[in-house]
């Protein structure tokens, strides 16, 4: 059985390009570029993957989730609005 050292460079047939995470001899887990994590189990899934020699990508930057100012906005000018009767 191939030996995939975490941070290795994969290519499988479904999935496309992605960097092992863990190996072990029961399971091994991929983090695809295009599909995210994948775990499976190794007996079936190493002999369909190839070894790639790309380098792994940039990590992103997660980003921080904004509120809308628009809907601040009107928040605030609902509150602000005298009930009329």
């Known amino acids: 059985m191939a030996n995939f050292n975490q941070g290795a460079q994969v290519e499988h047939q479904k999935f496309g ?3 092992v ?3 072990s ?7 695809f570029d295009d599909h995210g994590e994948k775990k499976f189990v190794s007996s079936l899934v190493v002999a369909s993957l190839k070894k790639s020699d790309r380098q792994p990508p940039a990590e992103k ?3 921080r989730a904004r509120k809308p100012k628009a809907a ?3 928040a605030a000018a609902v509150t602000a609005t ?3 009767a």
Do not use: F, M, N, Q
């Open 17 to 19: 390009l992605g960097t």
């Open 21 to 23: 995470l863990s190996h």
């Open 25 to 31: 001899d029961e399971r091994i887990v991929i983090k």
């Open 61 to 63: 930057r997660a980003s």
């Open 72 to 74: 601040a906005a009107v």
């Open 82 to 84: 005298p009930a009329t």
